[in-house]
């Protein structure tokens, strides 16, 4: 059960800050329109990039990812993604916007990219390692 708690608590924390996040009624303007939108999607591709990290994470258990896993994960980020801007509609002072849930959906696949990025360093600095070890 900690193990379990360990690997999938912080995704659900994950969710529900972002759940809280849309329940918040008009965000403030940052700078111009410009500005302002440019803030609000990169808002978005960070936060489901986390959120892919944390799944990736949980689902990962120091074991390599099936490519059937991390469909399913790009999927769960891409149809929370859509659960959040179909909850923003019922918020007042929000919208709901489809652009949003493809800037989620590019998210998670930020949180893929750096997840295998990291996923071979490690294993890059293993064999680095043992060969090391290896020389001794």
């Known amino acids: 059960m900690k193990k379990f708690l360990n690997l999938w608590l912080p995704v659900l924390l994950w969710m529900g800050v972002i759940f ?9 303007q940052v700078g111009g329109d410009t ?15 986390i959120l892919d990290g944390l799944l ?3 689902i990962n258990d120091g074991r390599a990812i099936a ?14 993604g859509a659960s959040d ?5 019922f918020t007042p002072g929000r919208s709901s916007e489809l652009s949003a849930v493809l800037f989620d959906a590019a998210g998670g696949l930020i949180g893929l990219w750096v997840w295998r990025w990291k996923a ?6 293993r064999v680095s ?3 090391v070890t290896e020389a001794d």
Not at 20 to 28: E, L, R, V, W
Not at 85 to 89: A, C, G, N, S
Not at 120 to 125: I, T
């Open 67 to 80: 490519r059937r896993e991390v469909v399913i994960t790009l999927i769960v980020v891409t149809l929370y």
């Open 129 to 131: 390692e043992s060969r």
């Open 56 to 58: 990736l994470r949980a």
């Open 85 to 89: 801007e179909f909850h923003q509609r």
């Open 20 to 28: 809280i996040g849309s329940s918040i009624g008009s965000m403030p």
């Open 35 to 49: 500005t302002d939108a440019i803030v609000h999607r990169t808002a978005h591709l960070i936060e489901f990039a």
């Open 120 to 125: 071979r360093r490690s294993a890059r600095q």
